[in-house]
Structures are given as C-alpha cells and as structure tokens.
C-alpha cells in the first residue's frame, strides 16, 4: 500500500508530538477521518507510537512498509480520592438490616438497583475481582477448564432433565417474540450436559471438569442482607464428568481441597460440613460455613478445624487425595439441619456451637442428569456409558459478605490483604502545604513504582474525616503524612487488623510496605 503524501513529510525531521484532540492533517486523496477512527500516515522512516491522553509521538526507526501503532496506557490517576468515585455514607441505611449490608453501602461499594440486584461501584468490583482471580486461579490449579455458558437458557433443557416445574417460582422465565420459553440460569446443569452430549463421543475423552464464572439469578421472593441473599448473584459453578463412582468421587475430593485453598487464600476460614442436596440432587454433598457472629445459620463442629492446616499449594490433584478428604470430614460438623444431638454429645467439651454462613456447597449427584438427558459416550466395548456427575458451587458476590461479616470493628470493614482493593491508604492530614504534598506524591510515586495498590487521600478535608473514611474502607495498611512528622523526618503507619501505629521514616515506610 503506498504511504499517503502528507504534509507530515514537509515537517521537521524530529516532530516529537502531535496532539490527536486537534484536527489531525489531511490529503488530497480523501480525509485522513472517517468517522471517529483516527488514521494518520507518516513518512516511510518514522514509526508511530500512540501514547496517553491522545499524543502521539514520532520516533525515527528506520524503514517500514506502513505505518504502526500500538497502544500504551498510562498510569492511572484515578487512585487519588478526591478523582475517585466513592460515595460513602455516614450514617448507616435504614434497609440495611446485617453488618455487610451496612459497611457495603456506607464505603461506597454498592448501590440497590432493584430488589435484591445492586450496581458494583468501583471500590466493591475490585474486591469482587480479586475473589473471582483467586476462585479462578484454584480451579485452574485443580485441573478444571472454564468456559463461559448463556444467562438464558432454553427451557426445553430443563424439561428434560424433569427440573422445569420442581425448580419452583425462584425460577424467572421469560417469552421471546417467537413465543419460545426462556430460563433466567440459577444454575447450569442442564446447559453444560447438554454441551457434554453433543461434544464428548469417546471414552478417551473423559474424565472432565468445566467451570463458568458468571452472574446468575434466583427470583427470591424476599431479598434481603445485600449480597448475602440477592436476587442477581456473582456465582462459580463447577461440573464433573467421569466414567466411574470412583472417578467421580476423585474429582469431588479435587473440588473439596480447592476450596479449602479458595477460602482460606480470601483470608476466611470455611469448614465443610454435611449438608442436604436440595434440588441439585444426589446423595453427598458438604457446606462450607464460614464462622461469623452475625451468621445466618447456627453450626455445630469439633474446635479442632480451627487449627487444622490448609493444604498447600504444591498439592498433587492427580494423587490420592482421599486421605485428605477423611481427615477434613472425620470430625463432627454440622449444619442446624443435620445436627444429631447424639453424636453432638460424644464431641464432648470440644464442641463449638456458633452461626456461620454458607460460602460455597460440592455436590456428587450420581447419574441424575446423564440419565434422563442421555449423557453418555461410547465405552471401550463400544457400549454407551452414562457419565457419573457432580457439581461445585461458590457464591463469589456472596463470599464478599461473608468476609466482611467475619472480618469487622465497630468502625468498619478490616479486609485481609489478598482481597484488599488497596494494600495502602496514603492520608495527606495537610493538603496544600507544599512539603506534605510533595512528600506524598514522593511516596505515592515510590508505591506505586513497586506495584504497591494505593488509594491516596489527597482531598481538603479535615484529618478525622479522612481517617475515619480510611477505617470505614478497612485497607490492610494507612500511611499517614502531617506536618509535624515531617519535621522530625518521619511517617506514621497504621496497621487496621491489629491498630498498631508505627513511627519510621519514608524511605523505612517504603521498604516496610513494599516487601
């Protein structure tokens, strides 16, 4: 393609920068504009590189066939409080009835949209993100593949699997133009075996397990506690396929550890516990109950899970992993509607009663799905064999509440650092004074050169409110600046978990914070 004539070519040999936001140059051969896509050609020995805030700067490179663009963003300024969108609340909110509600709505995370289906501000999406990378990353580590699966799906799956008319009214259908009935997914059973059945033909090609990260819904007929019982939910929902019981329960042992590591890297300790399979099905199935005291459910479980150790990361998933399943399930623990006194009465002083919320459930259903829905593959003796199913589920919207349930004082939320949506809240108590501006922009630069997630109050506010928004927001660590350290050469840092204040200087501040 020949290089359009320009009059770039006419300019300085070295043209450093052209701003984008003005009418860029054109030619006789038609507008270099067409519609909003910005086209600009430069001489055959320049490179184009496009850069932040619509410039583009011009390098000499040598010989190119065409021009090349690539883009580069900038560092985001959006950390800065007094540019970030957070409208905290001071008082708490009449319809907020449990302690995640209220502290999620005061600290600006959320919004009620509807009943029970809120707006995620950018506060609260980046908690929620970094629960989804975190449940991502173990079902990964599991050997699960994900896969992305339709919000709506058609009913006709859910009349074959028997589910349509027992699901009951939680269920929203809706009615396209075609008159065809369509599912709002509270869950995807019947899609993803589905999917199975019409792309798994062998046996070679089992065993499987697919997961889907995705928003869901269940038409509750009271929503209520936020995000702990909404109608519109942040849901992970796993699905095995094996040809064996045994194979089956290999993969169900795989979910079980996973997530004891997915609850335990969110910084909340979830014990498994026998729970009913309700309408997913099946005969096996365990609760993982986070312990709170403002938890929906009474619990029942032997006080030596809390010590119980977290496999690590280095586990063999494609090992034996029963006898890690027996040690997490040959304690007594039990959810209110499983609790038999008897056997509650053998824990004998052990036992620890206290409320807990639900988190996540695994699910071995057998061949309920496969059966009726004829998910099968071609065995070894060419014979269909129906596959052996289990489903895992984790309420990742829901895990946010629980964490904030478990994890808060009377002046807010106290994030565990993996989750945090900032490791550092850095707290200008004089802003406008020249020496603690540059002070923190010194320091704000330095974190944030070391990859460390601050969120810089720099507004001209009065040093309780900022303190009292960053204990609102609960961020592991607070790097105060004022005035009077600085004379003495130092910084202060706080410590939200455990209150401890630290004077030291800057650069001590840095290292401390940085490793």
């Known amino acids: 393609m020949p290089l359009c004539p320009t009059r770039i070519k006419n ?102 949209s509807s009943a029970g289906i809120y707006t995620w501000l950018p506060l609260g999406l980046r908690v929620l993100k970094k629960i989804e990378n975190i449940v991502r990353e173990e079902q990964d580590r599991a050997g699960a593949q994900e896969l992305l699966m339709p919000t709506l799906q058609p009913s006709d799956l859910w009349k074959d699997s028997g589910r349509y008319d027992a699901y009951g009214p939680e269920m929203l259908r809706v009615t396209d133009r075609h008159d065809r009935v369509l599912v709002y997914g509270p869950t995807a059973e019947e899609v993803i075996n589905d999917l199975v059945r019409n792309e798994l033909k062998s046996y070679k090609e089992a065993p499987k397990i697919l997961y889907n990260i995705q928003w869901k819904f269940r038409d509750e007929v009271r929503p209520r506690f936020g995000v702990m019982r909404g109608r519109e939910f942040l849901m992970k929902d796993a699905y095995s396929f094996d040809l064996t019981y045994e194979g089956a329960k290999h993969s169900y042992n795989k979910m079980f550890v996973a997530y004891l590591r997915t609850f335990a890297r969110c910084g909340v300790h979830a014990i498994p516990m026998k729970a009913s399979t309700g309408p997913i099905g099946g005969d096996l199935s365990h609760e993982f109950i986070v312990l709170a005291d403002t938890g929906e459910e009474q619990v029942y479980c032997d006080k030596a899970y809390l010590d119980m150790e977290i496999p690590s990361e280095n586990i ?5 992993l029963e006898p890690l399943y027996q040690k997490w399930t040959s304690l007594y623990a039990a959810t209110e509607e499983k609790y038999d006194e008897a056997e509650a009465k053998a824990v004998g002083d052990n036992l620890l009663s206290a409320r807990g919320i639900e988190v996540g459930q695994v699910f071995y259903y057998g061949k309920k799905y496969s059966k009726p829905m004829n998910v099968a593959v071609a065995g070894e003796d060419g014979k269909p064999v129906l596959f052996e199913g289990g489903c895992y589920g984790i309420g990742v919207s829901r895990l946010m509440g629980a964490i904030i349930e478990a ?3 009377d002046s807010g939320i106290i994030w565990p650092e993996s989750v945090a949506p900032f490791k550092v809240g850095l707290v200008n108590l004089t802003t406008g004074k020249a020496e603690t501006d540059k002070a923190c922009e010194d320091l704000y630069a330095q974190l944030q050169k070391a990859g460390v997630e601050v969120l810089y109050d720099d507004r001209d506010e009065r040093a309780g409110v900022k ?33 401890e204040r630290m004077e030291m200087t800057p650069e001590a501040a840095v290292a401390f914070l940085t490793k």
Not at 31 to 49: D, H, Y
Not at 316 to 320: E, I, K, P, R, V
Not at 467 to 495: C, H, W
């Open 467 to 499: 303190f009292s928004t960053m204990d609102l927001i609960g961020l592991p660590y607070q790097l105060i600046v004022g005035s009077r350290g600085l004379a003495n050469g130092v910084v202060e840092v706080k410590n939200r978990k455990t209150g």
């Open 11 to 112: 300019r300085k040999k070295r043209f450093p920068v052209i701003d984008m936001k003005k009418r860029p140059p054109t030619c006789n051969r038609g507008s270099c504009v067409r519609g909003r896509k910005l086209k600009i050609f430069v001489a055959e020995t320049k490179k184009a590189l496009l850069i932040g805030d619509g410039l583009l700067k011009v390098q000499s490179k040598g010989c190119m066939p065409r021009p090349l663009f690539s883009c580069v963003k900038k560092k985001s300024m959006t950390m800065r409080l007094s540019r970030y969108f957070m409208p905290t609340l001071k008082e708490n909110p009449v319809e907020a009835q449990i302690v995640s509600h209220r502290l999620m709505l005061r600290a600006g995370m959320i919004r009620q």
């Open 316 to 320: 063999d998933y494609d090992s034996d």
């Open 407 to 409: 994890s808060h004082d």
